[in-house]
């Protein structure tokens, strides 16, 4: 999921790892020995070619020998399993300029945004998937109380419905933001620890997974710390694959959105009339404080009822008009949308969800109508 802004789970609280077979295990530390020596080779290669030092093994750097001491003390990783894995990771240029925000950053703009995640061709298929996956889509409805319509809206938006997973090596990119990108670099070694986790559990290939460049995984773009806490196997084949199965991702964000405090039955949004200056005042958080009593007291309306002790919270939603001059529209979300925030910390995301899975829904009324 569009996933980096959520926090690691703390290591104190991380699960123990299930044992892998002996089989595996050989297999395995013979293909990781294989990816270092190429992982090296390439490192060469490229020294040669810029005329720089060779970069180092990462597990030579000092600062990933305390990270792997860490998960030695703390989950039982076994050393040279780790340095193995670590050791066949490379370094992604790309990656970093690709996380790096630019110097001059175009306006927000809130149309543009909207015309891209709520096209035509995605609305046909959302309607197509919810079609084909009704029953698991019921099911994580009655189990979780999330209208099928949002989870749709999720997976057609991060993913286009799975076409569009990422073709990043996940074990580089995490690497690379781990330990080459300062500016988020706790929370990568939280993702990274917990990626390491998993593929030692074996519930993820460390040497194959690729995802997104900031390190999300399969249809819902889930980080690996969201994969341990939310993925669920919602087929019943006893593995979670949140890149082939869509029952699996289906299930996954129900649940995730379940624990973030969804409420059955909430309404998610609503347009509402209100100013600069009482947004700013209301500030710009991804939860939902404040009542909507106190939030109509200073002025602002929506376009429908809300009972007076809801808590809720304020969107503001800049754009860019035709002629080059600046607006903005406003929202105000319930609890249900501060759950989708939770997915994904844009404003732009969020009120794309909720629209997207509006319009699903009057597409889906209407066709039962005619």
């Known amino acids: 999921m569009s996933d980096a802004g959520r926090a690691g789970e703390s290591a104190g609280r991380w699960q123990e790892c299930a044992p892998t077979s002996v089989d595996r295990r050989r297999w395995l530390l013979a293909a990781l020995a294989l990816a270092a020596a190429s992982a090296n080779a390439a490192s060469t290669r490229r020294a040669a070619a810029t005329g720089r030092p060779a970069d180092p093994p990462y597990s030579k750097r000092a600062e990933v020998q305390h990270f792997i001491e860490r998960l030695v003390d703390e989950q039982s990783l076994p050393r040279p399993w780790l340095e193995q894995v670590l050791d066949s990771g490379r370094y992604s240029a790309r990656v970093e300029k690709l996380m790096t925000p630019s110097v001059t950053p175009p306006p927000r703009d809130w149309a543009r945004y909207r015309a891209r995640a709520l096209d035509a061709a995605r609305l046909r298929d959302a309607l197509a998937y919810r079609q084909a996956h009704r029953e698991t889509l019921a099911r994580a409805t009655g189990e979780f109380g999330v209208p099928a319509e949002i989870v749709v809206s999720i997976i057609g938006i991060e993913t286009m419905f799975g076409r569009v ?8 990119a995490l690497l690379t933001l781990a330990f080459d990108y300062p500016r988020r670099a706790v929370y ?15 519930r993820i290939d460390v040497l194959n997974q690729t995802g997104s460049f900031a390190g999300a995984i399969g249809l819902p773009q889930f980080m690996p710390g969201s994969i341990r806490r939310y993925a669920l196997d919602y087929d019943g084949d006893e593995r979670i694959d949140l890149s082939r199965s869509p029952a699996d991702a289906i299930g996954s964000v129900a649940n995730y959105l379940h624990q973030q405090g969804w409420q059955r039955e909430l309404p998610v949004i609503f347009n509402a ?69 939770h997915y994904n910390r844009s404003y732009f995301y969020a009120a794309a969800v909720a629209e997207f899975a509006d319009a699903l829904t009057h597409s889906i009324s209407l066709s039962i109508d005619q």
Request: hydrophobic residues 40%.
């Open 165 to 172: 997973t990422g073709t990043f090596r996940t074990l580089d």
């Open 273 to 341: 009339t209100t100013d600069a200056s009482i947004a700013e005042r209301l500030g710009h958080g991804i939860s939902a404080v404040q009542t909507w009593a106190e939030v109509a007291e200073l002025g602002v309306r929506i376009d429908g009822y809300l009972p007076p002790d809801t808590r809720v919270l304020l969107l503001d939603l800049p754009f860019v008009r035709n002629d080059g001059s600046t607006g903005v529209e406003y929202r105000l979300g319930t609890a249900n949308l501060a759950t989708i925030l």
């Open 188 to 202: 990568y070694r939280e993702e990274l620890a917990h990626f390491l986790v998993l593929g030692h559990d074996g």
